[in-house]
């Protein structure tokens, strides 16, 4: 048996449940209250290992045992509406070791590559949800990239214009320039703002998975697979 993985559930008051695996960044899933938060997350555990391989930490990932909750926390507004973990686990506000950090940005980066390459290898035209809803492709990937430029790095003082999210070149960049700001702000023990620093990088890197395995259950040319987005 491998090392335990450490689990927080937050519940929200009406609709949903979400439990984050907060060790390993953006791997946190949600579901319906009253249905299993921890079996949802261990659903994606094989999608999960692709995204720690691709950050160099597929071996120590494949090595890990079973998930085991460490913490519950009530949820906020947004975990019942979105599936957003919105609390920060209390061992996110420990102190850090330097190579701890550098696994968890790198699994971040990771989650940009991840998201790029389903969003270029997806059909233009995504599979409806159950109600014919949904985004189209263009509109994901705008959001996702507009988020985290308009929101999650102005934390560690990266601000660029929202344009940035429609140059590759420019985009790049900017990544680049939010990995270092997150970096300094490590190296300075400083959070992000109000939020924890490993938060961020947690919330930063679910928000590029949940949306590309979204892109990937959406994909027309592919068989539908069991719908990630939100569950």
């Not at 929200?12 to 791997?27: I, L, M, N, T």
């Not at 995204?51 to 009530?74: K, Q």
């Not at 994901?140 to 660029?160: L, P, Q």
Request: with cysteine.
């Amino acid at each position: 048996m491998g090392e335990r993985i450490r689990v927080m559930v937050e519940t929200g008051k009406k609709k949903r449940v979400v439990a984050s695996a907060f060790d390993w960044p953006g791997w946190d899933r949600s579901t319906k209250l009253g249905d299993d938060p921890v079996g949802v997350l261990e659903r994606y555990r094989p999608r999960f290992a692709k995204v720690a391989a691709l950050a160099g930490y597929g071996e120590a990932f494949d090595r890990l045992g079973a998930l085991e909750v460490v913490e519950e926390v009530d949820g906020i507004g947004m975990t019942d509406y979105y599936g957003v973990s919105g609390r920060t686990a209390s061992a996110e506000l420990e102190p850090l070791a330097e190579a701890e950090f550098e696994r968890k940005l790198a699994l971040l980066q990771a989650s940009w590559t991840t998201f790029d390459d389903m969003a270029a290898r997806v059909s233009d035209e995504l599979r409806k949800g159950p109600r014919g809803g949904g985004w189209e492709k263009d509109k994901i990937i705008r959001h996702v990239n507009g988020a985290e430029i308009d929101e999650f790095a102005r934390k560690v003082g990266v601000r660029v214009p929202l344009e940035t999210r429609d140059d590759p070149a420019a985009l790049r960049a900017y990544r680049a320039a939010f990995a270092d700001g997150i970096r300094d702000h490590y190296e300075r023990g400083e959070p992000a703002g109000r939020w924890a620093l490993q938060f961020l990088i947690r919330r930063c890197a679910w928000h590029m998975l949940d949306h590309a395995w979204e892109l990937e259950d959406r994909d027309l040319t592919e068989p539908p697979l069991r719908s990630s987005h939100g569950s």
